[in-house]
């Protein structure tokens, strides 16, 4: 599986990007999807994650009310749509793959990763 991330950039506290993750393959819609995002001098966190179906999504508390996680299988991508962007939520993000379609929040249970798209958040 390759995972193809876009849509980042610079945008100012209070505006909106939604980032894209294009993947390869015909199993795509049996897999589980998670962005993570990775600041300067941090560890990698999850953002988000949605089940094959889209039926079953998870948030971390941080962005809450504020990203909203889908996916069109018909199309192999997940989405990331980020509203009410605060300068805190600059950094590079990655789509990842679970392929035993487990929505869950730890790195190391997802197998395919992108290469990251930076997001920049000015105050």
């Known amino acids: 599986v390759q995972l193809q991330a876009c849509g980042g950039g610079l945008v100012q506290a209070g505006g909106s990007l939604r980032l894209s993750c294009a993947a390869s393959?015909?199993?795509?819609?049996?897999?589980?999807m998670g962005w993570f995002r990775q600041a300067p001098g941090k560890e990698r966190e999850i953002v988000a994650a949605?089940?094959?179906?889209?039926?079953?999504?998870y948030y971390a508390d941080s962005v809450k009310g504020r990203f909203t996680i889908s996916r069109d299988n018909a199309k192999n991508t997940v989405y990331l749509q980020m509203n009410s962007l605060k300068p805190e939520d600059t950094a590079v993000y990655f789509c990842?793959?679970?392929?035993?379609?487990?929505?869950?929040?730890?790195?190391?249970?997802?197998?395919?990763w992108g290469q990251g798209t930076l997001v920049t958040v000015s105050s």
């Open positions: 990842a793959v679970n392929a035993r379609n487990r929505v869950v929040r730890g790195s190391g249970a997802y197998d395919y």
């Open positions: 393959g015909r199993t795509f819609s049996s897999y589980a």
């Open positions: 949605i089940n094959w179906s889209g039926g079953e999504t």
